[in-house]
């Protein structure tokens, strides 16, 4: 079964969404300094009339109908750095980026403990150029009102196919530069948040080139999948009062323990969708610590 991009926008929400927001309206912004991007050269969003713009919202910031992908790297002190390196993949449906809150301040969290990490500034599906006309469009199905099933990363290749274009195009980056940024060509991973983490899962499973050594699924599909004999290790948290998973079967991690590969899995009691790195009072803010944690274990952040 094939999915377009409308159906996955719908399956995936349209934006990352914060329990008990402090403030959920839309408010546009200027595109902010975005000092060491990088541009991926995978060529414009083909079809795209209106251009790249930014929102705020939540306390966060936000772009929309990026139609040309960057990659923004954020290096750990040379004395603390332990070689690996990670691609981080916001999340927002396809339809935006929370560039800020799953991208930036992920990123800076890893580079203090070692870890370079390189926000992935994807190329998304085109919404009004309009924010109010977007803001709209973008409303949340309230809670108990029939969603559509969530396609798995082996139906959703096809359907973010650019996407994939620009993740593979950021690891080929990575390993080009890696002497200049004290990186091991081998250790590379990649976390993903929400439809960053469907974007996560199929670029390690149906690219071509990218090979991930690790990967984060952070809110993303849980849907049972095909998990080759040579998967790297996952971690993959969840807030069991996410809107976007009710009753989810846990099949990803399923087979991912069916195909005797690594697999660690923390489903919070509280947190919503979308809690990335906002500071909360539920456990769900501890995601970062745990995966840090595991990093670790795993040997890709120095020992103590």
Do not use: C
């Amino acid at each position: 079964m094939k999915f377009g991009p409308i159906i996955l926008a719908a399956v995936l929400g349209a934006a990352s969404v914060p329990v008990a927001a402090q403030d959920d309206r839309m408010t546009p912004i200027a595109a902010p300094a975005q000092p060491g991007a990088i541009p991926l050269d995978t060529g414009p969003l083909p079809g795209a009339t209106a251009g790249e713009s930014w929102h705020q919202q939540y306390g966060s910031r936000f772009a929309r109908n990026v139609t040309n992908a960057t990659l923004t790297p954020f290096l750990p002190d040379p004395e603390n750095a332990s070689g690996a390196a990670v691609v981080v993949a916001p999340g927002g449906g396809f339809r935006t980026l929370s560039m800020e809150n799953e991208g930036w301040d992920v990123a800076r969290a890893l580079a203090d403990r070692g870890v370079a990490a390189f926000v992935l500034k994807y190329r998304l599906n085109q919404t009004p150029a309009a924010l109010d006309e977007f803001e709209r469009s973008s409303q949340v199905p309230p809670p108990g009102a029939e969603r559509p099933a969530r396609p798995a990363p082996d139906a959703a290749a096809q359907a973010i196919a650019p996407q994939i274009a620009d993740a593979e195009a950021a690891f080929a980056l990575i390993r080009e530069r890696a002497a200049e940024w004290n990186v091991d060509p081998d250790r590379i991973g990649m976390v993903g948040f929400s439809a960053g983490a469907m974007l996560t899962m199929t670029t390690a499973l149906h690219g071509e080139n990218a090979k991930p050594a690790f990967l984060g699924d952070i809110y993303g599909p849980l849907t049972a999948m095909n998990v080759p004999a040579d998967a790297p290790p996952l971690f993959v948290a969840l807030a069991a009062d996410d809107p976007l998973f009710p009753g989810s079967d846990f099949g990803l991690i399923q087979s991912w323990q069916s195909a005797g590969r690594p697999v660690e899995f923390h489903y919070y009691e509280q947190g919503g969708h979308g809690f990335g790195m906002y500071p909360k009072t539920t456990t769900s803010t501890g995601w970062f610590d745990a995966f840090a944690a595991w990093l670790k274990m795993h040997g890709f952040i120095k020992a103590d």
